[in-house]
């Protein structure tokens, strides 16, 4: 069964660059029919998608927030990470990796618990 | 980007009685080619992750009960859950993948 951790810092400075990895078990980044991505949630708030990376290396991310955010795959490791730059308090969240099979549903069906990460001086 | 509103915010509904979610895209979410609709729901619980309940609209995903179901075409969808029960207390979220991504700002539902 698939399963996804996240992890990183919990606590970041204003304007530093966060970065966060993904440990995927019991099944492959490399799958050609998955892609990857990368949701966050503020506290009391709703969803965001911050961006998605499928296998072949392919990238797309929120308008919003493409200017400061990387997302890559470490297949060696199998995990996919997310950076994230120019830090502000609005980045504070819940940072969440996700799973898509574009093979079957094409929806989020795999999720990781999510890592909290505050911004703050 | 494609916008999803959902309707109502929150509801509160009677245990065992129906509760109807609303979503409502900015554009069409109906590809043609395949005559699938790009849209999913998500149950999510405090401090849980979400959870996938349907896919392509109305499709439920493998171990999801059937009191959920997804419907609607094109621009309006709705997710109904037939007879509520106490572990459905959650906050439910629409989500289109037709373009990118985008979810709803999601509908609280809670026992009346």
């Known amino acids: 069964q698939v399963q996804l951790q996240e992890s990183g810092p919990g606590l970041v400075k204003p304007s530093q660059t966060l970065s966060l990895t993904c440990t995927v078990s019991?099944?492959?980044?490399?799958?050609?029919?998955?892609?990857w991505g990368w949701i966050r949630q503020p506290a009391g708030k709703g969803l965001e998608w911050i961006g998605r990376?499928?296998?072949?290396?392919?990238?797309n991310y929120n308008p919003s927030l493409k200017s400061r955010v990387t997302i890559s795959l470490d297949t060696s490791k199998n995990q996919l990470s997310l950076k994230m730059s120019s830090l502000t308090a609005a980045d504070t969240a819940v940072y969440y990796c996700a799973r898509v099979d574009y093979s079957d549903t094409n929806a989020f069906d795999i999720w990781g618990q999510g890592t909290m990460v505050t911004i703050s001086s | 980007d494609i916008v999803m509103t959902q309707s109502p915010d929150s509801l509160a509904v009677s245990l065992g009685e129906r509760a109807t979610i609303n979503c409502k895209s900015s554009?069409?979410?109906?590809?043609?080619?395949?005559?699938?609709?790009?849209l999913a729901w998500y149950q999510q619980k405090p401090g849980q992750p979400p959870k996938l309940l349907i896919y392509w609209a109305s499709t439920r995903e493998s171990g999801v009960p059937d009191r959920f179901s997804g419907g609607g075409s094109a621009t309006d969808f709705t997710l109904t859950i037939s007879s509520l029960q106490a572990e459905d207390v959650a906050v439910y979220y629409c989500q289109q993948y037709y373009s990118s991504v985008t979810f709803g700002q999601g509908t609280t539902v809670e026992i009346k």
């Open positions: 019991g099944g492959s980044v490399s799958n050609g029919t998955y892609y």
């Open positions: 554009q069409s979410l109906l590809y043609d080619s395949n005559n699938k609709n790009y």
């Open positions: 990376i499928y296998t072949s290396g392919i990238n």
